[in-house]
């Protein structure tokens, strides 16, 4: 069956619930849909990538779903499961709310929250997609 695939990079600042200070994330996914056909019903692909969190994580291998539904459901949503430095299971979840009033925006900008596999909020996170990265984006873009 004829899927897809891409490569994405975002990044920014994540703040800890404890109060802590602003600490730099970035994160490096490839979105792989074995099926377009699959996708079109659906819209869900997996993630796979690495993960740094300053404080928290450093290079970890991620595993994770993202929700592609910007025309009807005006939303993108990430799901990314790691380990953290310290061993513990983590997940980091983030929607982008696509307008089209404002798209550029609202596609480029990811609020996300981390917490632990018991749903219990660890930090904050603001990522941003860097638009001088768009020509790689695209390119990586590839059908198979």
């Given at each position: 069956?004829?899927?897809?695939h891409?490569k994405?990079t975002?990044?920014?600042?994540?703040?800890p619930?404890d109060?802590?200070?602003?600490?730099?994330?970035?994160?490096?996914?490839?979105?792989?849909?074995?099926?377009?056909?699959?996708?079109v019903?659906?819209?869900?692909?997996?993630?796979?990538?690495?993960?740094?969190?300053?404080?928290?994580?450093?290079?970890?291998?991620?595993?994770?779903?993202?929700?592609?539904?910007p025309?009807?459901?005006?939303?993108?949503?990430?799901?990314?499961?790691?380990?953290?430095?310290?061993?513990?299971?983590?997940?980091?979840?983030?929607?982008?709310?696509?307008?089209f009033?404002?798209?550029?925006?609202?596609?480029?900008?990811?609020?996300?929250?981390i917490?632990?596999?018991?749903?219990?909020?660890?930090?904050?996170?603001?990522?941003?997609?860097?638009?001088?990265?768009?020509?790689?984006?695209?390119?990586?873009?590839?059908?198979?």
């Amino acid at each position: 069956m004829l899927g897809f695939h891409f490569k994405e990079t975002m990044r920014g600042n994540w703040r800890p619930v404890d109060g802590g200070a602003e600490r730099p994330i970035e994160f490096t996914v490839v979105a792989r849909a074995a099926s377009l056909f699959d996708h079109v019903r659906d819209k869900m692909a997996t993630l796979e990538g690495t993960l740094n969190i300053e404080g928290l994580v450093h290079g970890a291998a991620v595993k994770g779903e993202l929700t592609i539904d910007p025309l009807f459901g005006k939303l993108i949503r990430y799901v990314i499961d790691f380990t953290g430095d310290d061993g513990t299971a983590y997940k980091l979840e983030g929607q982008k709310d696509v307008r089209f009033t404002d798209l550029l925006h609202t596609m480029t900008t990811l609020p996300a929250r981390i917490t632990r596999l018991d749903g219990s909020e660890v930090g904050s996170a603001l990522l941003f997609f860097d638009k001088r990265d768009l020509p790689r984006f695209l390119a990586s873009f590839r059908l198979g």
